[in-house]
């Protein structure tokens, strides 16, 4: 399947990779329709400000909404579906309103793909799912352990689109990120929380556990893969790993920022930073040997490369973020 010129619904478009990957959709000439959650201020979130404002069609619902999610999903060819509820602390404090949102939104979206005779339905899982490695690298067929209620949540949504292809034939791919970072990602990241306590002039940066590894990638290589796989029937009915194959500590990514903005600083370890025992996720690597097999994607962002644009981002917009509270 070539994207261009098809009619392409993204929910979750006002998010961090929804926004990126609605402005590249534009790019490769589809045309656009951005789900974005209704608000009485009618913000658009990052599309707001987005250079191809004009060229994406908005559409205000809920995806916990069955009536506006299949509304939103009429004459649609393609929808990639990402909006959700992410925040894993959080998923703590409401585990119900991941179940309604990551649950019951993505069957919202299955049941009207299944109905509209939608052509494709990308459906977003999470490298999460996996919990701690058994083995590295993390293949496909890695066993799932819901160590979050926000990974129970993804495991049972990523379930969900699966029974859909199986039972009702419907034709739905997953992709599998690992951990994404860039421009417009929240603070209740890693990477933002270390940038703008720095930016902002903490010595003493705030963090919780320091051993724990992930595989990094730029958005720009994530919203790729997206693409990738979404352009190739032969996924269809699969999952597939987006990640670059290498993993950094969270102790040796703040040296790598603080030595990348040229400040001496101090780790000082909170508590309430920290995930309960044994919902701490130790360890993430990424076997991208399934997306390289079946399409032509690779990383092109260093992780070096893509912090600095990060850094350049977050200073030219410091005034978004709330540095000194923690962000759940």
């Not at 199986?166 to 890693?190: C, E, H, K, M, W």
């Not at 990477?191 to 963090?207: C, D, F, H, V």
Request: hydrophobic content about 35%; aromatic content about 10%.
């Amino acid at each position: 399947m070539n994207l261009k010129n098809k009619k392409v619904l993204v929910t979750g478009a006002g998010g961090f990779i929804g926004s990126h990957l609605a402005e590249r959709l534009v790019e490769i000439g589809a045309k656009v329709k951005a789900f974005v959650r209704y608000n009485s201020n009618n913000n658009w979130g990052w599309l707001e400000k987005s250079k191809y404002k004009d060229e994406i069609e908005i559409y205000r619902g809920d995806i916990r909404d069955y009536d506006s999610v299949r509304d939103a999903m009429k004459g649609v060819d393609v929808v990639f579906h990402l909006a959700a509820l992410i925040g894993i602390p959080y998923s703590y404090v409401s585990p119900l309103a991941y179940i309604k949102t990551n649950i019951e939104g993505t069957y919202n979206v299955l049941q009207s793909a299944r109905e509209l005779d939608i052509e494709r339905v990308m459906h977003t899982s999470t490298s999460e799912v996996y919990g701690t490695a058994k083995y590295i690298p993390i293949d496909e067929f890695h066993p799932l352990q819901p160590q979050s209620p926000y990974s129970a949540t993804k495991i049972s949504a990523d379930n969900m689109a699966l029974s859909f292809y199986n039972a009702f034939d419907l034709p739905v791919t997953i992709v599998r990120p690992f951990n994404t970072y860039g421009p417009r990602q929240s603070a209740r990241a890693v990477i933002p929380t270390i940038i703008t306590q720095i930016l902002t002039g903490k010595k003493q940066i705030k963090l919780g556990k320091l051993s724990p590894t992930r595989d990094l990638n730029f958005v720009k290589d994530t919203i790729n893969g997206f693409i990738k796989i979404a352009e190739c029937d032969e996924l269809i009915g699969n999952i597939t790993n987006v990640g670059s194959g290498h993993e950094i500590s969270i102790g040796s990514l703040v040296e790598l920022i603080s030595k990348l903005m040229d400040v001496d600083i101090e780790i000082v370890q909170d508590e309430q930073r920290f995930r309960p025992d044994k919902s701490e996720v130790e360890r993430l690597v990424c076997d991208n040997s399934k997306i390289k097999k079946y399409t032509d994607w690779i990383p092109e962002y260093q992780l070096e490369d893509g912090l600095k644009e990060t850094i350049r981002w977050i200073k030219d917009n410091i005034s978004l973020y709330k540095s000194e509270v923690y962000n759940v």
